[in-house]
Structure formats: C-alpha cells, structure tokens
C-alpha cells in the first residue's frame, strides 16, 4: 500500500473527508445558513418527528436535520482548527516573505554602491537589478510636460 500524503494524514487526524472543491454553480445551489439555525435545528427535529404524519414529510427530512446537524457539530471543531492554522501558516509565510524580500532590497542597494568600483558585480547582479527595477514598490515619476508652466 502506498504511504500516505500528508493531507491524507491531516484529514484521518480529524477525521474529515478529503472532497473534490465545489464549483461556483454548485456553491450557489446551496441553502446559506441562517442566524442561528443550529439552536433550532434540535427542535425543528423534535417537531418533525412528532407531526411527520400530518405534514406528509418524508423520512429524508428528519434524516436532513438529524444527520444534517450531528455532520456540522462533527466538522466544525476541525473547520476552526483548520482555520487558525491557517492563519498561522499565512502569518508566517508573509514573515518569511518580508525577510526574502528585505535581503533583495539590501542586495540589491549594495550592488548599486559598489557597482562603480566593481563593475563586474554590477553585470553579474543585472539579473536582479532589472527585476527590482520592474517591480520597484513607490510611485512612478511622472515624465514632465514640456511647456508645461515650469520654473
């Protein structure tokens, strides 16, 4: 039997499934919860069991609320877990970015001091040069309008 990814890992650790991403449409279908439908939920199923006769409900819809309800309370410990994690995650990778890019700048401004006095660094660092260039942060110089009121 072949290892196991490590998502399949995640996922028998929490006991979650790992699913196929809904497409837009599909997600759209959905009924959106309302406010406070789990605090409901309990008695929509009481009242269900108990007037299913009357009502004509199929046993889907008790089925709906009851495994309905008992999947969300069962998902959403993970689904927070998930979350915070997440953003941990996120958090330290933009930390890691910043520094990466942080060591770019720097580089890149000491190639520039020295490249007078050493050209050859200036040619090897093009590369970077050209691509800090390209994507410089800060606001572009605006090219003045010849004619244009000036000093």
Known sequence: M???TDLEKVAE???VEILPPLDSGD???LHKALPGYQAIA???ARFVQKHKETLKLDDAVLAGLEDGLAEVK???PAEHLLDKLHLSVYHQRLQATDRCMEAMYDTTRR???FAEAYPEIAEEGQALLDFMK???PGHKKEKKEAGAGGE
Request: hydrophobic share 45%.
């Open 13 to 15: 650790l929490l006991n």
């Open 74 to 76: 069962r998902l959403e």
């Open 42 to 44: 309990d008695d929509a």
């Open 111 to 113: 190639i520039r001091d």
């Open 134 to 136: 390209a994507f410089k």
């Open 27 to 29: 997600i759209l279908s």
């Open 2 to 4: 072949p290892e196991k």
